[in-house]
């Protein structure tokens, strides 16, 4: 009887920290890349009038006080990014949708390319 639950703790021991360890080898998926999402680059439009231009690494805001600075961006699945910069010393984080390669999405307006 003793013999079976050493070998049951034994057992339920080794099960627990191979769960633990095989787990821990998970990749952040929701990590900050540097840059602009290959889908965005070039310049996007609102009403007519450029509102934002990306390129491979920087972003130009036009609007805002505008500016150029570096970007990074975050993708959040289904289509969905934000994208984080800064404009004459304040930070921005804003979601966009991709909708296709002529439409995005912004927070309560479209762009078109």
């Keep these: 009887m003793k013999k ?8 339920a021991l080794s099960l627990g920290l191979l769960f633990a360890v095989g787990n821990s080898n998970d990749v952040n998926a929701a990590s900050w890349h540097k840059g602009s999402p290959k889908a965005f ?3 996007w439009k609102s009403d007519g009038y450029a509102a934002y231009k ?5 972003i130009t805001v036009y609007g805002k006080g505008g500016g150029t600075s570096k970007s990074m961006y975050k993708y959040l699945g289904h289509k969905k ?4 910069y800064k404009v004459q010393g ?6 966009f949708t991709y909708i296709n390669g002529h439409k995005l999405k912004g927070q309560g307006y479209y762009l078109t390319k």
């Excluded at 990306?54 to 920087?58: D, E, I, L, R, S």
């Excluded at 990014?81 to 984080?84: A, E, G, L, N, Q």
């Excluded at 304040?90 to 979601?95: A, G, I, M």
């Design 4 to 11: 079976r639950k050493i070998l049951l703790g034994t057992v």
């Design 41 to 43: 680059i070039g310049t």
């Design 54 to 58: 990306f390129t491979k690494n920087k």
């Design 81 to 84: 990014y934000t994208v984080k």
């Design 90 to 95: 304040y930070h921005y984080k804003e979601t």
